[in-house]
């Protein structure tokens, strides 16, 4: 039956949707995850994404659309009015889907990486001839995981929420349709290590064509990421490019957008701790953004169900800050619940927390920045950036390092207490070199031999509890592995060396293992049982894996003349 409704009754269906958008960014004084009244707010999404119409919310949000927003839009209005209290049914919802989106992954076409090759280099450095195989297997997937994005989301943005980006991407793989910022600095390393230097540089590009665009990078590829960041890996990535390639020219043309990202991490993302009178700038993640994460819409939604508006909108932004840090979710980034109940993922305040890793990894941008601009020949620039890592430096050692348990330990700004629990980013400034004294590296050592992290053969567990987030116990990530090992490897203890080797034969032993029984790269491992991939979190685990695979190149590189399988 045809229905038309009044006009003052049809303007009062309009405004409830425009309104229950208001009042959801607007009171809080939030602004929502981007400004798309599809992808990122409005009823349309809410609606669908609390129908659970597909069981991941992130396949609605990466759905391309086939006529403009304003008309879907206009056509989802006349459904809503055509049904009572305005609730759309979940079929009439994908009857309605199935005419005006398509599927994901659409933006993409076919995509051969031109410069892979067979036999790289580091295949003949491999002594095990079964590694050797898997490498070269490995060397493969590379192809697998290009994507070349269509000039269709060029030339019409607002029909995708997938972000344009000049040059072929490697992306992660399963779920993850689309480029990730900090996956692509493990990525960049393996495919350096394959000798597709044109990849690799192609990735990088495709960042600083973000920075030029956006002022930062976003979290990854899609626009309802766009007011979100991740680790800030852009100039370590370009160091790994410089040093194998010396490409001066990509350098200086490049260099100021390299600084225009740390400028938004230094004034979007730092905060000052006062200790023992004296004031220090370090970052934190904290992304000021409301309302639930679209790609993960009814998790959040459910999560926050029975709090005041602003507390969910607090939550909504703590969330949105945790998947910033890449570590969604963990406890690392709860603190305690009230009157002692145990603390849970509603109790996740990240912006409360200054983490090790992320200002190791500002350090090393600032340690990079100083000596890129050094080779350019700008002194002045090469000491602000040099004086930069010095200030950090000691803010570091100032807020972070624990006598007691001889280690560098996140900071709560609330508390003002140091987590004392393990995090393998607890290691961070050894890898990140930002160490002042050899006798604190010496300690740190000592701190992961004693530590119960270093007893599973696994691999290194992402924290000793077990809270049911895929960044805790008992998972194992490829990040974390690198960052602890590659950190131990350069120091010039020999201990400590051997150390590094015997974590990365775990690691290889545990990847290889699982390929051999499930025929695939795992995003994360178990640090319990036999080689099997990990679990938790909200979403399936993930094949492919840009980041794994990298890690497994990088270590075959280091240690290929050692390693077993
Ligand atoms: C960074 O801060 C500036 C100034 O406060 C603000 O206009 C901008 O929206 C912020 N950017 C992000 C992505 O949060
Ligand atoms: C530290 O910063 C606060 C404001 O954030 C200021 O009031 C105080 O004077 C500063 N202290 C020092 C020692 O600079
Ligand atoms: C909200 O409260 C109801 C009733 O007490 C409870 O069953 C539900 O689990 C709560 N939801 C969350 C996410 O805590
Ligand atoms: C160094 O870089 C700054 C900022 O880009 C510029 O203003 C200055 O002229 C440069 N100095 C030299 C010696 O190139």
Redesign the pocket.
Known sequence: MAFTMPWKLRWFSLCIAVCTTLRNGAASGLPPPCDSPIYCTGNLLKQVQTAKVFSDDKHFVDMGLRESPEQVLQKFQKLVESCPDGKVSRNQLLQFINLFFTPPGQEFEPCTLQDWHENPKILAKISDSKLRRWATNLHALWKSLGRKIKEDVKNHPELHSQIYVPYPVVVPGGRFREFYYWDSYWIINGLLLSEMRDTAKGMIANFLYLVEKYGMIPNGGRIYYLRRSQPPFLTLMMDCYMNKYNDYEFLRSNI?LLELEYGFWMRNRSVIVSLDGKNHTLNHYNVQVGDPRPESYSDDLELAENFTEVTKQEVWAELKSAAESGWDFSSRWYVSGSKGQTATLQNTRTSEIVPVDLNAVLCQTEHHLASF?KM??????AQEFEAAKMRRMNAMQAVFWDETLGIWLDFNLNTRDRNKAFYPTNLAPLWAECVNSQSLVEKAVQYLKKSEASSYQNGIPTSLFQSGQQWDFPNAWPPLQHIVIHGLAKSSLPSAQEMAFQLAQNWIRTNFLAYEKYEAMFEKYDVIGDGKPGGGGEYEVQEGFGWTNGVVLQLLDTYGSRLSS
């Open positions: 100021h601009y350019l020949g700008n002194t002045s620039k």
